[in-house]
């Protein structure tokens, strides 16, 4: 038998909880198709390539400014569960 994969333990299943946590207010078809997509995604990269979709979601229900938003919080799970994620990284004040 073998061991099953935690949630916790895997970060892709995390990445896919904060996607579809930033779906949860949307009623939309456009939206319940990309909560289908979400879920069939089997890890980061797959994920990370859903976030155009996501912010185009977002946007066209609640507005650009609540999308950028919400995909800045969706960036900050990348970062720390996927050190190699190609977020776009704030530079450095001096």
Do not use: N
Not at 44 to 61: G, I, T, V, Y
Request: aromatic residues 4%.
């Amino acid at each position: 038998m073998s061991a099953a994969v935690l949630p916790s333990a895997d970060p892709a299943c995390k990445l896919r909880l904060a996607m579809l946590g930033q779906l949860q207010a949307s009623r939309s078809i456009e939206s319940a198709l990309l909560r289908l997509r979400l879920h069939c995604a089997g890890d980061c990269a797959s994920l990370w390539h859903l976030r155009p979709a996501l912010m185009q979601a977002l946007a066209a229900e609640h507005g650009e400014g609540h999308a950028r938003s919400s995909l800045s919080l969706v960036d900050g799970v990348f970062l720390q569960l996927w050190p190699e994620a190609p977020v776009s990284r704030r530079p450095r004040l001096r």
